[in-house]
């Protein structure tokens, strides 16, 4: 029973990533992403990692989807030919994809015959599972706190950066120039420049530099 | 479950086949941020198949099971969260330059 359900949940996950892949509108990739991911959560609860599937559910299933969403409806990135009346090819530059899915096909294709080239019978078989699952929660978070209390504290670093990260990126400049980073905030950063040197002049130059490099 | 283990890492194999087939031949950058997804998707059901075995042999030994999968899985979920944070971040803020998610429009640093 659980090996029929480990076959169809594989399926579904395949199909599913394909058609993240193949879908033309990015909405329509958005909920295939997340069957992907429900189906890859059954999985790991089939396999005996019931704290992996819970946060599979609710870090990737919540939060990475609802920002996936919010972007595509804040940007109204529907269906390019429902919402501009025009249907763009989905894959430009036709060399260009041959040459990206010979590479995901030699990709797949190496890591399927380096699986199929371990001799598995002198491994391990997986066996009963034991009654709390193979990640118990008191384990795990013992292990966690004492062992990668390291990695731990570095992953709250990183989560904070990229609060204050996202924040500077996404914040609306109100300079009718849309900069994404004022440029105030980087003059002041240089203070080996004589200040006699007019720096309106260096940076004006500075702006037609990267105005002609953007243009 | 008794699958076997080469079932699961041929899925990991699969589905990161089909990630990669989304990056390199995509030219929205939300999708081409959803394969990348897929892809640590397909890492994480790796280390899950890997853990799995290895549990197997300690509790077959009577030790308890082993962590390091989970852990490690548990921080690529981390890591991915904050990528998809700072990858939409970057594409809003595109979106405001320039109007368009399409890859084809950043491509200054290629001339």
């Given at each position: 029973m659980a090996n029929l359900l480990f076959y169809l949940m594989a399926t579904l996950a395949t199909v599913c990533a394909i058609g993240v892949v193949v879908a033309r509108s990015p909405v329509v990739s958005v909920v295939s992403l997340l069957g992907s991911f429900a189906s890859l959560a059954i999985i790991y609860l089939l396999a005996g990692y019931q704290f992996l599937a819970a946060v599979q559910i609710l870090v990737y299933g919540g939060a990475v989807m609802v920002l996936f969403l919010f972007t595509i409806m804040l940007l109204n990135l529907g269906d390019p030919a429902v919402i501009h009346g025009e249907s763009e090819p989905l894959f430009h530059h036709s060399r260009r994809t041959l040459l990206g899915l010979g590479v995901a096909a030699a990709v797949g294709a190496a890591g399927l015959i380096a699986i199929l080239r371990v001799?598995?019978?002198a491994m391990p078989q997986p066996a009963e599972l034991p009654e709390g699952g193979l990640d118990p929660l008191d384990q795990l978070a013992a292990s966690m706190f004492t062992h990668y209390s390291l990695a731990f504290e570095a992953a709250s670093v990183l989560l904070l950066a990229t609060a204050v990260g996202v924040l500077v990126l996404a914040k609306r400049n109100r300079?009718?120039?849309?900069?994404?980073?004022?440029r105030e905030s980087q003059q002041?950063?240089?203070?080996?420049?004589?200040?006699?040197?007019t720096p309106s002049a260096g940076a004006q130059g500075q702006e037609v530099a990267e105005e002609g490099v953007l243009s | 479950m008794s699958v076997p283990t080469e079932y699961l890492l041929g899925l990991a194999a699969i589905l990161f086949g089909i990630g990669i087939a989304g990056f390199l031949t995509r030219r929205n950058l939300i999708v081409v941020l959803m394969s990348i997804e897929l892809m640590l998707n397909a890492a994480n059901l790796s280390l899950v198949a890997g853990a799995r075995m290895h549990s197997t042999q300690r509790l077959l030994d009577g030790?308890?099971?082993?962590?390091q999968g989970p852990v490690l899985a548990i921080f690529v979920i981390a890591v991915a969260a904050v990528e998809a944070a700072v990858g939409l971040a970057l594409i809003i803020a595109l979106y405001r330059r320039k109007q368009t998610v399409s890859l084809e429009s950043v491509s200054e640093l290629r001339d």
């Open positions: 001799a598995w019978s300079r009718p120039t849309a900069e994404v980073f004022p002041p950063a240089t203070p080996s420049s004589p200040p006699t040197s | 030790a308890g099971p082993d962590l």
